[in-house]
């Protein structure tokens, strides 16, 4: 859907039955329901993220393992966490950006390339242990 900037949307979460809500997410960040509603106001492009798991229990969570030379650029995780596990299911969006003078020469999860897309983005289900490298390298001067 599209809606102009400065609009405010009101957002009701509703489990199918056997269900129940883990964890509602704005933009990779944890939100905070009342009566399964929760409203925010556009200010850019938004993604909403719902967990759901069965009421009988929780569901696995799953380590994340991040692999990349800090000194050559740096590796976001969307949604943010406490710690770097994330409940099955949950979708994580990884930002890829080199430093200036570094490009991103591979991607790799589980040791399966990964294609980045312009953004640096590249998306990952949790639906077990991943390990995730990114390797720079030097932009060759010519």
């Known amino acids: 859907m ?8 009101e957002v009701t ?13 704005l933009n990779g960040t944890p939100q905070t329901l009342k009566d399964n509603k929760f409203s925010f106001t ?14 009988s229990g929780e569901t696995a969570q799953y380590k994340v393992n ?14 943010t966490e406490a710690s770097d596990s994330f409940y099955e299911g949950t ?9 200036d003078g570094y490009t991103v020469k591979s991607v790799t999860v589980n ?16 639906d077990d242990e991943k ?3 990114v390797e720079f390298e030097e932009v060759q001067q010519s």
Do not use: C, H, W
């Open 131 to 133: 390990t995730v490298s």
């Open 111 to 126: 040791e399966s390339a990964v294609d980045v897309k312009n953004d640096g983005t590249f998306d990952v289900k949790m």
């Open 91 to 99: 979708v994580v969006t990884f930002t890829v950006t080199p430093k």
């Open 2 to 9: 599209i809606y102009l900037e400065g609009t405010v949307i």
């Open 66 to 79: 991040l692999q990349y030379d800090e000194s050559k650029g740096s590796v976001e995780i969307s949604p």
């Open 42 to 55: 556009i200010i850019e492009n938004t993604r909403i993220q719902v967990i759901f798991v069965p009421e």
């Open 13 to 25: 979460v509703t489990p199918n039955a056997g269900y129940k809500i883990q964890t509602v997410y």
